[in-house]
């Protein structure tokens, strides 16, 4: 039961940015790029990079605790013994998980298709539609469903199977591509909500939210994403957006090693970290005056 109550509390959702500087995230990619044999790996580019992450923390803490647990308690140090070495095989098969450039493909074709599939829905030129009477829908009704979906697919499966990508390799999503993939999925939504108020037109509704998602592009592209001493390493920080939107973001942000649920170094973590190396300062300083003590007992008898 216990364990299950770990897994669940993996699985709840953080949002702090881990920095690209930190050492930790450094030591977890030169492993990431031995294990794979590829120089150019990044956290970024595994499916699960905050699992990895967590695990990593979660293992120093289960060291420092053995670290500061006594010899004779032969039990709990079994214990905490098989917890790493379960959590360290994690962190392996987690770090096999990379995004392959077939399936970044996949994604690409995905959404270029998707693009005349909607238009042809918003013009309705769509060549077969299907018959949905077993719905009470007629045909007219049928168009007009699909009308809707075009309306809003650019935001629904374009934005989203661009943004299923991982960095690297020729089809990956770049940083600067991410923050206007980010940005457009907060944005899209108020164009499809409010454009029908001024044109019931699908089709207007259609290219307007085409036109912005291109005119996000440019200006991501021609915009710095961070400053030249920062660390590259997520977006939502150096969009000089208000607070709440850089929350939001990054809660959106299930794709890079500074999100998907990875944990920052907070307060509470150091501090329980800091209270298991003192403590196992604390028992190696009593085993030291137990030896002295014992030494000088055995010179006094002698």
């Known amino acids: 039961e216990e364990e299950e109550e770990e897994e669940e509390e993996e699985e709840v959702p953080f949002f702090e940015e881990v920095s690209g500087d930190d050492p930790l995230v450094k030591e977890l990619e030169e492993r990431l790029r031995k294990q794979n044999g590829n120089k150019d790996l990044t956290l970024d580019m595994v499916l699960n990079p905050g699992t990895i992450v967590n695990t990593e923390r979660e293992v120093i803490m289960l060291k420092a605790e053995l670290k500061a647990t006594p010899e004779d308690d032969a039990e709990r140090i079994k214990e905490l013994e098989d917890k790493i070495e379960q959590k360290q095989m ?59 979906f075009g309306l ?55 290219w307007v939210s085409l036109v912005i998602l291109a005119g996000l592009y440019v200006w991501s592209f021609n915009t710095p994403l961070v400053d030249e001493s920062g660390p590259r390493r997520g977006a939502g920080k150096e ?64």
């Open 90 to 148: 994690k962190i392996v098969t987690e770090m096999r998980q990379v995004m392959t450039d077939s399936l970044k493909l996949e994604f690409l074709l995905q959404a270029i298709l998707s693009i005349p599939l909607f238009c042809s829905f918003c013009y309705d030129a769509f060549p077969a539609y299907p018959d949905l009477e077993w719905l009470t829908l007629t045909p007219e009704d049928t168009k007009l469903v699909f009308r809707i």
């Open 152 to 206: 809003w697919g650019v935001w629904l499966v374009t934005v989203p199977a661009l943004r299923a990508r991982k960095p690297g390799g020729p089809f990956g999503m770049g940083y600067e591509e991410k923050r206007a993939l980010d940005t457009s999925f907060l944005v899209l939504p108020f164009v499809c909500i409010f454009t029908p108020f001024f044109t019931k037109d699908p089709a207007v509704c259609f």
């Open 239 to 302: 969009l000089g957006l208000p607070e709440p939107v850089n929350w939001l973001l990054k809660a959106l942000d299930f794709g890079t090693g500074s999100e998907r649920g990875v944990r920052s170094e907070d307060k509470e973590w150091k501090a329980q970290l800091d209270s298991y190396e003192q403590a196992a300062e604390e028992l190696l300083k009593a085993k030291q005056e137990k030896v002295a003590a014992k030494e000088a007992a055995e010179a006094k008898a002698a």
